[in-house]
């Protein structure tokens, strides 16, 4: 497509289960804007290599519907991916405009309640001005100082959900490049520069796939460690601490 909003999505089958509760937390894997769910070929690859079981891709067309209508069909996919796999709780993992559906997702719809972590990759969490040049409904929403962008920022609260954000200072999409951190200190968020990583790149990288995988690994936090967040949490005198930039060559994957 010539504007470069498309988010497909596409249901697989669940995998065996490998008997490790780290590995067989379902997992889905959200397209961004201009490619559909072939692009994540190689994710999915290393995620399966990995023992990880339960991939799933979704494909929608964001022509026709805005970011909390697609966040609504997501909604429906996780549902669905939870009754097939027993899972409590998924993974998900987006890239571009998928990272800001799955925060639409995590904080306006019932996201909260069944996703474990959250990665985004090369996502415009504070909008982006190559939005002005695009067309379409979801463009629009994805540009800084958008309602959609507004209500995300204002409206995010502590849950028990971990976020990932990874962001390349060579993302010609995403500017300036700090658009794609998660910076609202209640989400406490882990924001992880790429150096030299462009928008596309960023889901085709070994170095990224690698530390997604890595991500995902992590078991999911015991029930019993979890902080207990109150309906005001939003409105607490202290924040959680917030989390510093980790750039992937620092950390030796480079």
Known sequence: SDDGMIVAWASTGTGMPSGGQDR????????????????????????????????????????????????????????????????????????????????WYVQEGD??????????????????????????????????????IKRLRSNAEPTNVRWVAFYGDADALVQPMAAARIDEPSLAARNVLVPGMGHIGMRLDGDVVNQVVEELLRPPVAAAELPMFAPRAKRASKAPRRVADVSLRALGNG
């Open 111 to 148: 996201g909260d309640q069944t996703v474990n972590t959250a990665i985004t990759l090369s996502s415009p969490h504070k909008g982006t001005i190559a939005a002005f040049v695009l067309r379409g409904r979801t463009a629009k929403e994805c540009r800084p100082n958008s309602w959609v």
């Open 24 to 103: 067989d937390t379902a997992g889905s894997v959200v397209p961004g804007d201009g490619h559909n769910s072939a692009a994540w070929f190689m994710m999915r690859k290393a995620l399966k290599r990995a023992g990880l079981t339960g991939v799933h891709t979704l494909n929608n067309n964001p022509l026709r519907h805005d970011i909390p209508e697609i966040a609504n069909k997501l909604s429906d996919r996780v549902e669905m991916i939870r009754m097939i796999t027993s899972a409590n709780k998924v993974n998900i993992v987006g890239h571009s405009l998928g990272g800001v559906v799955t925060r």
